[in-house]
């Protein structure tokens, strides 16, 4: 690849890790996981703040408000583990 760098390949670089071409069908996946990723937790915030609109109590609202987080972060986690997957095995 010539020209600009992508923020993974600069990532790597500065990790000093190797960057290797992503096949078409990788970049396809790469994509389709972030698809899914986005679609996960934005049905897991409209779940919480159905609740949060529901709750009167501060308290329960807090921990609410910190399960989603934890929920969108574990999501996140997820699909970064399966996008290392799919980068290394071509």
Same mark, same amino acid.
């Given at each position: 690849m010539s020209g600009m760098k992508n923020a993974y390949e600069l990532a790597m670089e500065r990790l000093g890790g190797e960057s290797a071409e992503?096949?078409?069908g990788q970049k396809k996946a790469l994509a389709e996981i972030n698809?899914?990723?986005k679609a996960k937790v934005a049905e897991t915030e409209i779940m919480f703040d159905q609740q949060l609109a529901n709750e009167t109590d501060p308290a329960k609202a807090a921990f609410i408000q910190q399960t989603?987080?934890?929920q969108a972060a574990k999501i996140k986690a *997820?699909?970064?583990e399966e996008?290392?997957?799919v %980068? %290394? *095995?071509p």
């Open positions: 992503l096949s078409d698809s899914k990723m989603r987080q934890a *997820n699909a970064e996008k290392e997957d %980068r %290394r *095995n």
